[in-house]
């Protein structure tokens, strides 16, 4: 190690927690992850939970715990197969508002679409991505270099319900 190298900080995250966030950065559900790793659905959701409270943005999305994730180097992006597709920067504008925003309607604001609309805009995203969804096209762009490691700006969206933010689906 040179002079100018930096350590790598120390991780936030436990060994279980880390097993758990490496697959959520691939998309995959609760259910998915608990069957991977052996452990029950309440426990991924638990080590979700740490994770993101360890990460300071509580209440966050899936997308948004990712992005903090990958952000703290706590798990390596997902693999890609190839470069990244030609995205136009309103593409780029909504994957930067869903690694950085919770609610759709904030996601909306960002990007300059009503929240009704938002959801239509990150599925077609998703879509020219091929990803499996907007918490896997978060760790594609992370992995393609389009979102940088810069940390998530602090929530400004209200706290999403527990039983949302266990859920599969949340983006």
Request: aromatic share 2%.
């Amino acid at each position: 190690m040179t002079t100018t190298d930096t350590p790598p900080s120390p991780a936030l995250l436990t060994h279980d927690q880390q097993r758990v966030a490496a697959r959520l950065v691939y998309g995959a559900s609760n259910q998915l992850i608990a069957r991977q790793v052996n452990l029950t659905v309440f426990t991924v959701a638990s080590h979700l939970a740490a994770a993101r409270r360890k990460l300071d943005v509580p209440n966050s999305s899936r997308a948004v715990l990712t992005h903090a994730l990958l952000t703290a180097r706590e798990v390596p992006p997902p693999s890609t197969t190839g470069p990244a597709p030609e995205f136009t920067e309103h593409d780029r504008q909504v994957i930067r508002a869903v690694a950085e925003h919770t609610l759709n309607s904030d996601i909306g604001g960002a990007i300059g679409v009503r929240a009704d609309d938002a959801r239509a805009e990150i599925d077609a995203v998703v879509a020219k991505a091929g990803a499996h969804n907007a918490v896997h096209l978060v760790g594609l762009a992370r992995a393609w270099g389009i979102l940088t490691d810069t940390a998530p700006p602090r929530l400004r969206s209200q706290p999403v319900p527990a039983a949302a933010a266990a859920t599969a689906g949340a983006a």
